[in-house]
């Protein structure tokens, strides 16, 4: 996901970005790689991290090296607007929107703000936010839906929580990245309603293998099912892609298992501590730990429904055989 995010700021700012894998940036001429995440957080007022798990972002930020680090120890003054980088334990920026050069100014010590588009922990982005609020640095939490194709086209939807004050320079930013970017209220609200919206999107994939399942034991094409029934209201994106996926038999990632279940364990986390029943988000939760399991926490959500195949026995999507040997 930063990637594609990186290229496309880079079409509005100069852009400064740091990665643990430095392939990530092969054939990335338009963006420069930064020594560390100390660098980007002394050369950008603007900082955006696109990571995979809430413990990275905590290291990213208050970790040795991290961006509190390089807010503690900048000096001298110069403005500059910044966005993120993807890796397992990265940060990244974008250089200034001023167009001055990206290392001119005192990056985010200067009345800066961090933007990260992870799904985390909300109690964790709360702290986060207050460690860089006692440095005067500001912080929006502002994950997304819509995955690698969205990141590329700028169509993503951005659900994103900061201050009042913080909105305008936010939205500014991630209006090159969204074609929906809508503030839900306070730093951690945004990772509130990913996590709202990730319990959506498991509970439906677990409903459209459920469906296909029986479909499937009805002789019932999936690709006939999914014309027959996709404009009506069970028509979303995910019987879109999951009737796409099952029906060539192929679950290269997008999104993977792996992802969606830290997201439904990090939404009961959430929803235990302030004693609220989520029962249909339990179940969902263990059909993703089953199909990781199975070994396929790396590949597509949809892929789930191979389980469903291995219980009946039975095909359902294509190459069935081949990837299951089931005929």
């Known amino acids: 996901m930063g990637r594609p995010m990186a290229q496309r700021l880079a079409e509005r700012y100069e852009v400064i970005a740091f990665d643990l894998d430095a392939s990530r940036f092969d054939g990335l001429d338009s963006v420069t790689r930064a020594k560390s995440v100390g660098e980007v957080g002394e050369s950008a007022r603007t900082v955006l991290m696109s990571l995979p ?16 680090e390089a807010v503690d120890g900048a000096s001298g ?3 500059a607007a910044a966005a993120g980088s993807a890796g397992d334990a990265a940060g990244g920026g974008t ?7 990206a290392g001119s100014g005192a990056g985010l010590a200067d009345g800066g703000i961090v933007i990260d588009m992870s799904t985390t922990q909300p109690i964790a982005t709360k702290r986060i936010a207050s460690a860089l609020a006692e440095r005067a640095v500001s912080f929006a939490d502002a994950p997304v839906s819509g995955g ?3 990141a590329a086209d700028g169509s993503l939807s951005i659900m994103v929580g900061c201050e009042e004050g913080d909105w305008e320079r936010t939205e500014a930013v991630l209006s090159a990245l969204g074609s929906s970017v809508v503030r839900v209220g306070a730093p951690g609200s945004g990772g509130v309603a990913k996590l709202v919206n ?18 499937a034991a009805h002789d019932i094409d999936i690709s006939t099912l999914h014309q027959a029934i996709r404009g009506g209201w069970a028509g979303s994106k995910v019987l879109d892609l999951s009737a796409e996926a099952v029906s060539k038999g192929d679950f290269a990632p997008t999104g993977t298992v792996d992802l969606l279940s830290k997201d439904l364990g990090y939404a009961r986390d959430l929803a235990r501590a302030d004693n609220i029943p989520v029962p249909v988000t339990a179940i969902v939760d263990e059909v993703f730990t089953a199909a990781k399991a199975r070994g396929t926490g790396g590949n597509f959500q949809a892929v ?16 069935a055989e081949g990837r299951l040997g089931i005929r």
Do not use: C, H, Y
Request: glycine share 20%; no cysteine.
């Open 304 to 319: 789930i429904v191979e389980l469903w195949e291995k219980l009946l026995g039975r095909p359902i999507g294509a190459n």
């Open 95 to 101: 250089g200034p929107a001023s167009g001055d050069s």
């Open 148 to 150: 690698p194709a969205g």
């Open 77 to 79: 003054g110069g403005g």
């Open 53 to 68: 798990t809430t413990q990275a972002v905590e290291t990213v930020v208050l970790g040795e090296g991290g961006l509190l």
């Open 198 to 215: 990730n319990m959506i999107v498991g509970a439906a994939f677990t409903s459209v293998a459920e469906g296909f399942a029986v479909a």
